[in-house]
């Protein structure tokens, strides 16, 4: 029998080159989600992206600095077929990878069979088969992801997004501020954005693209503890009303308060998701989100609102701890 090869690579200080999706936004990835294939074997949901090398530059014959040369990767982190509710490396990437973030990662060499594309079009033979050639790949070992730096433009575009979509996407200009508003703000939208969970039919994934398993079958996503399942809209419809049980419950109220009446005097979703005086609403904006299959309210996502003109002035202050 003959001894078992490996192929250990470790990349320092890489950055995600990131994908460009045909709606003209930057992402950080492909996330391809579980599925069972023709023959009814489970596939693991996986994320793809590629991330730049950059070489040191050097001083030509005639003196001349030249900048260094980048080398192109491509990774893949795959997830296991037994995963967590929040499933495995794939969904990690999935949530956090952005264009740009430099990480330092181990990995093993993977080489394939890939076809060869003219722009968008693959190649073909006269009998109409593809034409491939031999690719060379890398394949994300789990526990050795060191993140560093995000990319100072991907941190400029989030903020400036922010600011066009009045607070439904990106992050508010002073998300780094402990002592500002938009601190607590950011905190909140970054525990969302990593307890998500993926939906399908959803077109983005975190801040990755979404695209169907090459083989999978419709309807074919697998179950793996609530991965890839459809959200049931009786029990959606059920936790919106306060339970499981014959009849709808008493809605749950903060400070006296539902969260209709919360988002009427001018509360974003964002504002009570990272409130933790809130936390009694978490189920159902979860829940809310979940059937919508969107982001936050997209309602009055202001900045200025600092006291509910409803429920009582100075109920809900930003910068009181002690609020409700």
Known sequence: MSSISRSAHLFFAARCAGVKGSDGNQYGGTYYPPFVNATGKQVSSRWEGNFFLNNPGFVDANGQPVEGAKDVIRLTAWSGKNPTPKGGPAESFARFMTPGLECSFQARLQTYDGRVFDGQTPLVRPDGSFITVR??????????????????????????????????????????????????????????????????????????????????????????????????????????????????????????????????????????????NFAAFIPELNAARAAAGSGFNPGNMGMGFMGNPNPGAGAFDMNASSAI
């Open 135 to 276: 690719k060379v790949g890398f394949v994300y070992q789990p526990g050795t992801l060191i993140i560093g730096e995000e990319s100072e433009k991907f941190r400029m575009t989030e903020v400036l997004k922010f600011q066009q979509s009045g607070g439904r996407f990106g992050r508010p200009a002073q998300w780094f501020n402990r002592a500002h508003p938009d601190y607590q703000i950011w905190q909140g939208i970054t525990k969302t954005r990593q307890s998500e969970i993926y939906v399908p039919g959803k077109p983005v994934f975190g801040y990755a693209l979404v695209a169907v398993p090459k083989g999978a079958a419709a309807g074919s996503a697998y179950p793996g503890m609530g991965m890839g399942m459809a959200p049931n809209p009786a029990m959606l419809a059920a936790m919106m009303n306060g339970g499981m049980g014959g009849g709808a419950a008493e809605p749950i109220k903060v400070g006296g308060y539902t969260l209709a009446q919360w988002r009427t005097g001018g509360l974003t979703d964002q504002m009570i998701m990272s409130n933790p």
